[in-house]
């Protein structure tokens, strides 16, 4: 098959955090779970594996859902594949007569098939068309990592460079951008990582990620309303978790894990305790309760196995039985970006 379609090798991704993440879930025999994040189906495998259960895997990448279909087969009735956006989860359940579940699972950012597939252009170790759309080819209208860098203004690509990818010198990418976009229009990952590496300079001496780690982290994350994604998905899976329902998130940076930090901080009701100073804030009642006081990282062992799991963090909570509690996404961390800005200047 070509590189589009089904023949991707469902074990190229090592999940992370599996085992953590399974006994955070407290599968059960006759349950029933939602993988938000199906990807190469190490979650959903471990579920499956765990007790006689069932999973809901959702993804919005077309190629992962083809490349699932055997496993479908496999687990004879146990599993479904749903095609789009774990942040519509609430109605794509619904759409199979699902009102509620057991325990939801998401993993957060690109999967490393997603990496190493160069035609996807998430990575600048491969060269190949800068696209970065993990639905790629489904909405020929959904702006690409190219039509980003090749159109948006100054400021926007700073406030994106600086905000999603926390890159210190966003403005100096941004504007060796600009000049370089007037010389020649950007259409692959190479063209933009050089740019990048000739803004930012590495000292050789020191071992650090590679200057264009930031600049490709902050276009996927925009291209993909990847954290507008995190916070719809996070209120769905509220919305669909039975009363001791539970739901486990790993995340890979700082800003998901901020986010899904303050979720949980105002679903357990953590943000309105009070102080010697401050009186106790009366607030809604917490729709979740904490199932450990700190984070979960991933071991030394893990870590030694498979390095992608270094900047790994579960965060994980079981669902009461009140009503869900609804928040501005501001009030989680979540930029906005003004779309006036996405024009040449």
Request: with cysteine; hydrophobic share 40%; aromatic share 6%.
């Amino acid at each position: 098959m070509s590189e589009t379609g089904p023949n991707i090798e469902l074990d190229r991704h090592i999940p992370v955090l599996c085992a953590e993440v399974t006994a955070a879930l407290g599968v059960r025999d006759g349950g029933l779970y939602v993988d938000g994040t199906f990807g190469a189906g190490g979650y959903t495998r471990a579920i499956l594996a765990a007790r006689d259960c069932k999973v809901i895997a959702i993804d919005r990448d077309p190629n992962a859902i083809s490349a699932g279909t055997d496993m479908v087969k496999s687990y004879d009735g146990r599993l479904v594949l749903v095609e789009g956006c774990f942040g519509s989860m609430d109605s794509l359940l619904k759409g199979l007569g699902v009102s509620q579940v057991d325990g939801v699972a998401l993993d957060l950012g690109v999967s490393s098939m997603q990496l190493d597939e160069a035609e996807r252009g998430f990575s600048f170790r491969f060269d190949g068309p800068l696209d970065m759309r993990m639905d790629q080819g489904k909405d020929e209208n959904a702006p690409s990592a190219a039509d980003v860098v090749n159109q948006a203004s100054e400021g926007l690509l700073v406030r994106i460079f600086s905000m999603l990818g926390e890159e210190r010198k966003a403005k100096s990418v941004a504007r060796a951008i600009l000049r370089a976009r007037d010389v020649e229009p950007f259409t692959t990952t190479r063209q933009l990582a050089s740019v990048v590496e000739k803004t930012i300079h590495q000292n050789p001496a020191k071992k650090s990620i590679h200057p264009a780690t930031r600049t490709f982290q902050a276009l996927r994350i925009y291209v993909n309303s990847e954290l507008d994604e995190l916070v719809n998905g996070l209120s769905a899976a509220e919305s669909i978790l039975k009363p001791g329902g539970r739901l486990a998130v790993v995340s890979f940076h700082s800003l998901e894990d901020r986010i899904v930090k303050r979720f949980f901080a105002q679903r357990t009701g953590r943000t309105g305790r009070g102080s010697r100073h401050m009186p106790e804030q009366i607030g809604p009642e917490s729709s979740f309760n904490e199932l450990a006081k700190r984070n979960v990282n991933a071991k030394e062992d893990e870590i030694a196995r498979n390095p992608r799991s270094r900047s790994a963090t579960l965060r994980a909570g079981e669902r009461t039985l009140a009503m869900p509690i609804h928040s501005d996404p501001k009030s989680l961390g979540l930029p906005v970006f003004d779309p006036v800005q996405w024009s040449t200047q």
